[in-house]
């Protein structure tokens, strides 16, 4: 990922990366891994575009951001995996490497040379210069003057040294070798588990889904789409029994518990420029997206909450807890308080009308059933729901004036929806 | 490694020194003196808290604290001199130069974003010399820091030459002392993913990697929570998200933000009605304190609602009172590289830590860690750009840090309160062109008044690459091999919070393979 907080990213740049990873979600791995190695935006984020190959004496070297985050983060991760996604150990039980600092500086020549789309490449428009038009939104292109010819060795793949330089064949090496790691599968099947249905999938769960990835049954390695539809199809996303075990499930981010809202209730934007704004401060959501602080993202895959009575002391997995803590959480709520009332953005520009809503909010119950099936999946407890009638059926109803009416209605709506998603049930996906 | 006994015989040899003069019985009467001195200098009560200042991203340190001795320094500009952007400083003495003029050092045009903009780097004189390492060619080692740092080490009042400032050389996670060889054989224990940002963040501030639950600054908060008495929810508090530096055994951190009630509500829960209902906020009460076992994620989730609302009341009524309240907001900061003010939010986060202080009495606190950050030093590339403007950040929010508890409410706080920083590594000591990349040991800022300020601790190492026959005995590659470990670092911090040896051991797992367990930057 990529994120607008550094002023290396543009708007129309960032705009771009995030329709070329939606265009991308089913795409073959191997092929979402070379359209996010070149777009211009990573390009920038990482500071591989116009990096240069090293200089004769070996003094001034690549830079290795890319060709370091591309492996912890996006392919091999830090350690050797067994195909279920544990770490394999050595004789002292230590987790082994998956790469050397040496890997990095092998790898590192390889993202040398890249920069600028540009009809006509000089050295000018290698460095900056004559931008082209839609240069943010174009792949990157090697400009082979600046790309290394020395050998690249990394993670048991040797290059050798050429007298010249071929960047997109080295490219295609390099992403390769990475895409065939074996541990790419469980790498990626664990943490697409995490963002999808719970933070601590069994390695049993993690291994199904790794198999899929390095075959998805026709022999193709790395079907992204075979690979959600294994996610979200295998037993321990379906059954409603281990959905009961209290360590089941994952915390809803800030900003999907936001999108929630907008899809559930149909919001629209009054200007048509969905101006939401920035959430990322902590008295609002304390995330915003294509913002977090950094290429890690806003929360690690192996958080644990320090200090946490339940997730702590049984050491289980909580990514989305890295941004819980006092402040967000009243934020969170005031955010959404605000958002379910008023709208949510500049001049409250993202607002719900609740016509659903409130053609039935004379009935508490059918108006608690509806948010149970709009937010809840169904799963509403029997304590939820007659907290949540006692607060709607405590808003009367008047007999007239219609505007009494009117306003007693969405008040019963707004009361609904923000208990609802104020709620623990609701925070917690499951 | 420095051996604890030298560190003890300078200070020691310092002392004498100074006493000399006083006769036979001079020790025993300075000390007096000294405890004397320290006592005025100190609030009447028992107060002592740390601040960790975290640099996210990995602070480039060889070009915020230098050696300056010909052979450091020509090896220094050689290979930072280099690339489309050169990152090497301008020697000490060099006047900043015009943008648009053309450098005499460098020859270059100069502009807002090339070092010659910024002038030479500061140079600086630590108290004790320091020794001069294995197979460097230097016999008298001289040192400076980054223009930037002028507020803290050359500007008048600057708590540098006032002693409440201290430099800590080439630090890093290690698990037993480490040399190159057996860095570059890995024939010893290292700590894991060296190099990884979120892992290296994790050790240094807990000795684990990321997933780790308990950090040094909480599990010695833990051994004073019970002299905190019934506010011991803000023992531990940052202004900068969660950190597992602050998590003891007991200890949990409270987060605050930087407004002027710096605890916020949830609104709707504390009201008297919702949406015209009294019903409905009474209801929406119960859902969010619910931390009924259907979820461990629910529970955990709610229990924190439940402390911040719970101490919510508490902490913005402490800094209401007029002593916390009446805590000055830093001065005005301006970036040096482009001349714009801004704010410098690591500033105002040393605020609400400063009004903490001064809240503390009222909640009954007598030791407090605190965790601010700043982010942006992962500087591979336009490092010429960032940099100067991040370690100015620095250096205004600890100038500021430093005045502004030298008078709370009248009273001197300075000698309560230790602030240092952390990062997640040193930086290459090669360039990439326009920045660094990723590395090792580096080197560290500690202040306070009950710090021994005017020094440098630990070793600074040999600089330099290997090459034309130049064999460093301190760096693999274009990294630093730490000399000391961050629980060396930590330890000595926890001596004077008030820890015992014992206790260091403990809650300090590699600590037992050092044998020097005090650094001697504490008094």
Same mark, same amino acid.
């Given at each position: 990922?990529?994120?607008? /907080? /550094?002023?290396?990213?543009?708007?129309?740049?960032?705009?771009? !990366? !995030?329709?070329?990873?939606? =265009?991308? =979600?089913f795409v073959n791995y191997r092929t979402l891994?070379?359209?996010? /190695?070149?777009?211009?935006?990573? &390009?920038r984020y990482l500071t591989y575009l116009a990096n240069q190959k090293e200089d004769a004496a070996g003094t001034r070297t690549p830079d290795e951001n890319y060709a370091r985050e591309v492996l912890q983060l996006m392919s091999t991760g830090l350690v050797e995996l067994n195909p279920d996604g544990t770490p394999k150990l050595?004789?002292?039980?230590?987790?082994?490497?998956? !790469?050397?600092?040496?890997?990095?500086? &092998?790898?590192?020549?390889? #993202? @040398?040379?890249?920069?600028? !789309?540009?009809?006509?490449? @000089?050295? @000018? @428009? #290698? #460095?900056?210069g004559n931008r082209a038009a839609d240069a943010s939104v174009r792949p990157m292109i090697f400009y082979n003057q600046h790309h290394s010819i020395s050998q690249k060795a990394f993670l048991g793949t040797t290059i050798p040294a050429t007298a010249t330089a071929n960047g997109a064949a080295d490219l295609a090496i390099a992403l390769d070798t990475l895409f065939n790691h074996p541990n790419v599968g469980p790498f990626m099947a664990r943490q697409m588990i995490q963002r999808l249905v719970t933070s601590n999938p069994s390695p049993a769960y993690v291994q199904r889904v790794a198999e899929v990835f390095n075959n998805n049954g026709s022999g193709v390695r790395g079907d992204m789409a075979a690979v959600v539809t294994a996610i979200l199809t295998d037993t321990e996303a379906r059954s409603a029994t281990l959905a009961d075990d209290p360590g089941y499930g994952k915390l809803r981010e800030p900003v999907l518990r936001m999108t929630h809202w907008m899809r559930a209730f149909g919001a629209t934007s009054t200007t048509g420029l969905w101006r939401v704004q920035s959430t990322s401060g902590n008295t609002s959501l304390g995330q915003s997206p294509m913002a977090s602080p950094s290429v890690f993202n806003f929360f690690r895959p192996g958080y644990v909450p320090p200090g946490t009575t339940e997730l702590g002391s049984r050491m289980r997995n909580a990514p989305e807890f890295q941004i819980v803590d006092e402040v967000t959480t009243a934020g969170y709520v005031n955010t959404m308080n605000l958002a379910i009332t008023s709208g949510l953005g500049t001049g409250n520009d993202v607002r719900s009308a609740y016509a659903a809503e409130l053609?039935?909010?004379?009935?508490?119950?059918?108006?608690?059933?509806?948010?149970?099936?709009?937010l809840l999946s169904g799963q509403m407890s029997p304590t939820l729901r007659s907290r949540v009638l006692s607060a709607v059926?405590?808003?009367?109803?008047? =007999?007239?004036?219609?505007?009494?009416?009117?306003?007693?209605r969405l008040n019963r709506v707004r009361t609904a929806i923000l208990l609802v998603m104020a709620s623990p049930e609701y925070l917690v996906q499951r | 490694m420095k051996p604890m006994s030298l560190q003890s015989r300078r200070h020691f040899l310092r002392m004498m020194a100074a006493a000399a003069p006083l006769g036979a019985a001079a020790p025993f009467a300075l000390q007096m003196a000294t405890m004397g001195s320290a006592a005025a200098q100190c609030a009447p009560t028992d107060y002592r808290a740390l601040v960790c200042i975290f640099l996210f991203g990995g602070n480039d340190s060889h070009n915020m604290l230098l050696a300056t001795d010909t052979g450091s320094w020509n090896r220094y500009y050689a290979a930072r001199n280099l690339g489309v952007d050169p990152i090497a400083l301008m020697p000490a003495g060099t006047p900043p130069a015009a943008v648009g003029s053309v450098s005499p050092v460098t020859g270059r045009t100069v502009s807002r974003t090339t070092p010659e903009f910024l002038g030479g780097v500061l140079p600086i004189t630590p108290r004790t010399r320091n020794p001069i390492p294995a197979g460097t060619v230097a016999s008298n080692r001289t040192f400076a820091v980054h223009p930037s740092l002028a507020p803290l080490f050359s500007t008048p009042g600057n708590p540098w030459s006032a002693g409440r400032l201290a430099v800590m050389a080439n630090t890093g996670p290690l698990v037993v002392p480490t040399t190159k060889t057996q860095y570059a054989t890995r024939s010893v224990s290292l700590p894991p993913n060296l190099m990884s940002h979120n892992? %290296? %963040?994790?050790?240094? %501030?807990?000795g684990a990697a990321e997933g780790a639950r308990r950090g040094w600054g909480g599990l010695m908060a833990d051994t004073m929570l019970a002299q905190n008495g019934s506010n011991a929810v803000?023992?531990?508090i940052s202004t900068a998200g969660n950190a597992v530096f602050l998590s003891g055994d007991a200890v949990i951190q409270y987060q605050l933000t930087t407004a002027a009630q710096p605890a916020i509500r949830i609104t709707a829960a504390s009201g008297a009605t919702l949406n015209g209902s009294s019903t409905a906020a009474a209801r929406l009460r119960e859902i969010v304190r619910d931390t009924g076992p259907t979820s461990y994620f629910g529970q955990d989730y709610n229990s924190i609602v439940r402390r911040s609302m719970d101490a919510a009341d508490a902490v913005n009524t402490a800094f209401a009172t007029p002593t916390a309240s009446g805590i000055p907001a830093p001065p005005p900061y301006v970036n040096p590289v482009t001349g714009a003010t801004e704010t410098n939010n690591l500033a105002t986060q040393l605020q609400t830590v400063v009004r903490a202080v001064a809240a503390a009495p009222a909640l009954g606190i007598t030791r407090q860690v605190f965790f601010v950050s700043l982010g942006g030093f992962d500087t591979h590339d336009v490092q010429n750009q960032v940099h100067p403007n991040l370690l100015a950040r620095v250096a205004h929010g600890m100038a500021y840090l430093d005045t502004a508890l030298g008078n709370i409410a009248g009273l001197n706080m300075r000698g309560n309160v230790t602030a240092f920083t952390m990062s997640d590594f040193n930086r290459t000591f090669t360039t990439n062109g326009d920045g660094t990349d990723h590395a090792w040991g580096g080197h560290h800022l500690i202040m306070g008044g009950a710090v021994r300020g005017r020094d440098m601790y630990g070793q600074f190492p040999t600089v330099g690459v290997d090459q034309s026959g130049f064999v460093n005995p301190d760096m693999s590659g274009n990294t630093m091999v730490p000399t000391t470990s961050v629980h060396q670092f930590a330890a000595t911090f926890g001596r004077w919070f008030g820890l015992s040896d014992a206790q260091q051991l403990t809650l300090l797992p590699y600590l037992t393979n050092f044998s020097n367990r005090n650094l001697g930057f504490m008094i």
């Open positions: 990922m990529i994120s607008l /907080t /550094t002023d290396v990213v543009d708007v129309r740049g960032a705009a771009s !990366y !995030y329709d070329m990873l939606t =265009a991308s =979600a891994l070379e359209r996010v /190695t070149l777009h211009p935006m990573m &390009g050595d004789i002292n039980n230590r987790p082994l490497p998956a !790469y050397t600092p040496a890997d990095i500086s &092998g790898l590192a020549k390889v #993202f @040398t040379g890249l920069s600028w !789309y540009n009809a006509t490449p @000089t050295n @000018t @428009t #290698f #460095f900056g053609a039935i909010a004379g009935n508490a119950d059918q108006l608690v059933d509806r948010m149970n099936r709009l059926n405590s808003i009367v109803i008047p =007999a007239s004036p219609q505007s009494a009416i009117d306003q007693a | 892992d %290296q %963040q994790s050790i240094w %501030q807990s803000f023992t531990a």
